[in-house]
């Protein structure tokens, strides 16, 4: 038996009452490539944290063994100290400098006090060539594409000497051609004695390049399998693990016209050719609840912001919004008009002003119907605003407190106040119950049955499939900005809706099916 | 339909939400906080030495100079005010004081153009040419700070052009006309007494009605006397005020002119939706675009606005200096910017008060007047100015930070 380069025994890890990780094993051999999976929310990225030094030693249970001898990795120089080289998904570059200059950055070689430019040069050439990287040295990172972003920041590992290479999503935001070239240089690391930990929600890639891969559902362990003895069903069905509780129940109305309406829609980015969502139709009536779900890249929140006329540039297809069509380039003023209305997963970001008060920001979308006179209607705006501060049931001192004061659940109950009172016919949710409790997760899951019931329609994005499974008349699963798969309430299993989301049929298995359900 | 009647009534625990005392009261009493304070103090140590070391500091005829001074600033700054709040800057307005002063000048001097229709004019191209501006920093992506430098370098040089680098008198002799009167006409002694006491019962109707609203929202209240003896030194202030300037040649005509802008500014800022858009706009862009607001139209709205105040102010200016000369105008910029800051604003947009930039104004416009006064030479000046504009902004990244924390 070979003894691995790197062990896990018992980590736990615990934020405040929850437990992230527990009693997690885990081991790493020499030359070899480890998948870990896992649903969002499994523990994946605290293990990593914890062995990039993020998380320190002393702040979990259980310890790390490195060659053998237990590791106390206080910090990310403790982790690149031990030959453990992690790539975030969040790549760590800067834009401005060469390929070169990056891989040596904050070490580079030094001749008489100054930087010794060809030494740089050639050490990069050097790393590249011996482990078949193709990139020039002398290229600026800026002018990269996404893929060989990734490679340098492998091969920037490489050149620190780094035995353990941990990737976490490396493959999320690549095309299939950035797949394969990093997956076989992988593999050639593999045969240099290179450990690799591989996180991945793509099966497929997964069972092309490891040998072995270990799941995690709710921190814990619950499975290591030889790739070659496991099967995808098998994964799958470890990932979920438990039945759906019916925890939140669903009143479902009778629905109503078609509200929203999309045909075949097709957009690209602003700047850029390559189409991001295509092949894009569906209708949300009066009174449904339309899920929509999805891995991370697969283009859920773009279709929601591109919905809203807050992103991208449409190619061709039509969005037409209680039998009204919405001009192509509608920008998030005529949607709130038309009575769309989008709640941001980036509440922070594109949600509120932290600097001002619940007030401020609840009012904000609806102040034109505050007019009286070119002025404000001040005491109307406060009989409306407290109607909401108060059903909504946010925990604040009251109108005139600091939005950035509130926790996360209670700004949200703002973002979810100012789009309500536009008046909106259709409500586009994403993510609306990422980094809230279980308590404002109800609330939110009972406010979604009254406005369906008033005749609203939804349209929820969530990455958590028993939330859409749950709340959803009708859910549909996006793959790679197409549709992978559509199903009606209660039609699907979760291992179905998981297929559909990686872009496998469970009826055939093949890739070429996937639209075959939608058409 | 109304989202309204889809949701339940309030669970228990938050139906007294408007009682919570006293911790967020003391955040909310309104107008004292540290930085008023602090504002305070630093006038009357400025006050205070330049009465020491300048006597005729404090004499009737050089305060109601520095009235007049200080309205030129406050018109500035409040037009800076709108441009900072919404996350801008704007380094041009000191040359477009200069080129719009200029050309009223020279249209009245050289062209023999009536007065009020020089001024119009004038106002139009000022207030296009910085919509102009500002549909280029929003709709062009260039940084207010790079279009807004260039004006300065453009309108400075197209104002020594207009007045061929001379010295453009705005009076033929004697005669006085509209322009020349906003700074040389004063109000009669009696009706400056009747004004005072109408703002004195305007103010108070509004601080009562804002009060019985607050009470209305059951909004945290601060003291009743701390309302009331905040009014009664304002009412002192102001008759002192009037009492002073009357002891020369009365209340300068500009001092009016401030007073509509102030009035005008704030309710702008307060109690309409581009006030809201504006503050939404500097507190956070983004959110304000997915919350359906216009931000081209607010920036460019505001730019308008600040160009319309560029006119004023160059109106005021010149006429103050008696004719257009190459020099004015000169830094105002800077003057404006640090009168925001100094008055609470925040250079990352969001936040600022017309209050506080009136407050803001006047420390510059003292600082100005005291140390012309004294006679210092002008290489000092431009020191002590540097000097004032880094302890202003040091200031405010030291007050945001204990906000922040």
Redesign the interface.
């Known amino acids: 038996m070979i003894s691995p380069v790197l062990e896990c025994r018992r980590i736990g890890k615990r934020f405040g009452g929850v437990a992230a990780l527990c009693d997690v094993d885990f081991d790493l051999r020499p030359g070899e490539i480890h998948a870990l999976c896992g649903e969002n929310g499994a523990g994946k990225s605290t293990l990593i944290k914890i062995l990039g030094g993020i998380h320190p030693h002393g702040t979990y249970d259980g310890e790390v063994i490195i060659d053998g001898k237990p590791a106390a990795i206080r910090s990310v120089a403790d982790t690149k100290a031990a030959g453990i080289a992690v790539i975030y998904q969040e790549l760590a570059l800067v834009d401005e400098m060469t390929v070169a200059e990056n891989l040596f950055l904050g070490k580079e070689p030094v001749r008489g006090g100054l930087i010794d430019w060809p030494a740089v040069f050639d050490g990069a050439r050097r790393v590249l060539q011996q482990f078949a990287i193709d990139l020039d040295p002398r290229a600026p990172v800026r002018e990269l594409g996404i893929g060989k972003r990734q490679l340098v920041e492998v091969a920037k590992a490489l050149a620190a000497n780094s035995r353990i290479l941990i990737l976490d999503e490396p493959t999320a935001a690549l095309s299939e051609h950035e797949v394969r070239a990093l997956l076989q240089i992988l593999r050639n690391l593999r045969s240099r004695g290179v450990s690799c930990l591989y996180i991945s929600h793509r099966l497929e890639e997964i069972f092309s390049i490891a040998d072995r891969l270990t799941v995690l559902r709710d921190g814990r362990n619950v499975a290591t399998f030889d790739a070659a003895e496991a099967t995808v069903p098998m994964v799958i069905r470890h990932m979920v693990g438990r039945e759906i509780g019916e925890l939140f129940p669903r009143h479902t109305p009778k629905h109503g016209a078609p509200l929203l309406r999309v045909l075949d829609l097709e957009v690209a980015p602003p700047e850029d050719s390559h189409v991001r969502l295509a092949d894009i139709q569906f209708d949300v009536h009066e009174g449904e609840v339309l899920g929509i779900g999805g891995l991370m890249g697969a283009g859920r929140t773009e279709l929601l912001m591109h919905l809203f006329g807050a992103w991208g540039r449409r190619v061709r297809g039509t969005v037409s919004v209680a039998e009204q069509i919405l001009d192509a380039k509608a920008n998030p003023r005529q949607s709130l008009r038309a009575g769309l209305v989008l709640v941001s997963e980036d509440r922070k970001r594109f949600g509120l002003v932290t600097d001002k008060t619940v007030g401020f920001n609840l009012s904000l979308s609806s102040l034109r119907q505050l007019d009286s006179m070119g002025l404000i209607d001040s005491t109307r705006e406060h009989r409306r605003n407290s109607e909401m501060f108060r059903s909504l049931a946010i925990k604040a001192s009251g109108l005139e407190a600091k939005v950035g004061d509130l926790s996360g659940g209670n700004q949200q109950k703002v973002v979810l106040g100012k789009a309500l009172l536009t008046q909106p016919r259709v409500i586009l949710l994403d993510e609306p119950t990422r980094g809230i409790d279980i308590g404002a997760k109800v609330e939110l899951y009972g406010l979604m049955n009254r406005l369906t019931a008033a005749g609203c329609g939804i349209v929820l994005v969530s990455s958590e499939l028993e939330e859409l499974m749950s709340m959803s008349d009708r859910i549909l699963m996006l793959h790679n900005g197409r549709i992978g798969g559509t199903f009606a309430r209660g039609e699907a299993t979760q291992e179905q809706l998981l297929a559909a989301a990686m872009g496998r049929s469970t009826v055939t298995t093949g890739r070429a099916s996937e639209h075959q359900e939608t058409v | 339909?109304?989202?309204?009647?889809?949701?339940?009534?309030?669970?228990a625990?938050?139906?007294g939400?408007?009682e919570?005392s006293p911790?967020?009261l003391a955040e909310?009493t309104r107008g004292i906080g540290l930085r008023d304070f602090s504002m305070l103090i630093a006038l009357l140590l400025i006050w205070g030495f330049f009465g020491t070391v300048a006597p005729t500091f404090l004499s009737a005829r050089n305060l109601s100079n520095l009235a007049v001074e200080l309205s030129i600033t406050a018109v500035l700054s409040l037009g800076m005010l709108l441009i900072i709040v919404c996350g801008q800057i704007d380094l041009s307005i000191g040359s477009g004081v200069g080129l719009f002063g200029g050309l009223t000048a020279v249209l009245m001097f050289r062209h023999d153009w009536p007065a009020p229709a020089a001024m119009a004019v004038s106002l139009v191209a000022a207030v296009l040419v910085w919509a102009a501006m500002g549909a280029l920093i929003i709709r062009q992506r260039i940084p207010s700070f790079i279009v807004t430098l260039a004006g300065l370098l453009v309108f400075k040089g197209l104002h020594w052009k207009v007045i061929s680098n001379a010295t453009i008198p705005l009076t033929v002799g004697s005669a006085q006309n509209a322009m020349s009167r906003l700074t040389t006409w004063f109000l009669p002694k009696p009706l400056a007494f009747v004004l005072a006491g109408l703002v004195i019962v305007g103010l108070t109707l509004a601080a009562l009605a804002g009060r019985r609203?607050r009470k209305?929202?059951?909004?945290?209240l601060e003291p009743r006397e701390i309302l009331f003896s905040r009014l009664f030194v304002t009412a002192q202030l102001l008759l002192l005020f009037v009492l002073v300037c009357n002891q020369y040649r009365g209340v300068p005509l500009s001092v009016m002119l401030l007073g509509a802008t102030a009035l005008i500014i704030g309710?702008l800022l307060k109690?309409?939706?581009f006030g809201?858009?504006l503050?939404?706009v500097g507190?956070?862009r983004?959110?304000?675009?997915?919350?359906?607001?216009?931000v081209s139209r607010v920036v460019i709205g505001a730019f308008a606005i600040m160009g319309a105040l560029v006119a004023v102010g160059g109106f005021l200016q010149t006429a103050y200096a008696g004719a257009s000369t190459t020099t004015i105008g000169q830094l105002m910029e800077l003057d404006a910017i640090a009168a925001c800051v100094i008055g609470g604003a925040s250079l990352s947009g969001?936040?600022g008060t017309v209050t506080g930039v009136l407050f803001g104004s006047l420390i510059m416009a003292s600082l100005l007047n005291g140390l012309t006064l004294m006679a210092v030479s002008p290489e000092v000046k431009f020191i002590a100015r540097g000097v004032v504009l880094a302890l202003a902004v040091w200031m405010d990244v030291r007050l945001n930070k204990r906000a922040a924390d």
């Open positions: 339909m109304t989202p309204t009647p889809l949701i339940n009534a309030a669970p625990e938050n139906a939400a408007g919570y911790a967020p909310t609203q209305a929202f059951q909004f945290p309710v109690h309409t939706r809201r858009y503050y939404a507190g956070n983004e959110a304000a675009l997915i919350s359906g607001i216009d969001g936040r």
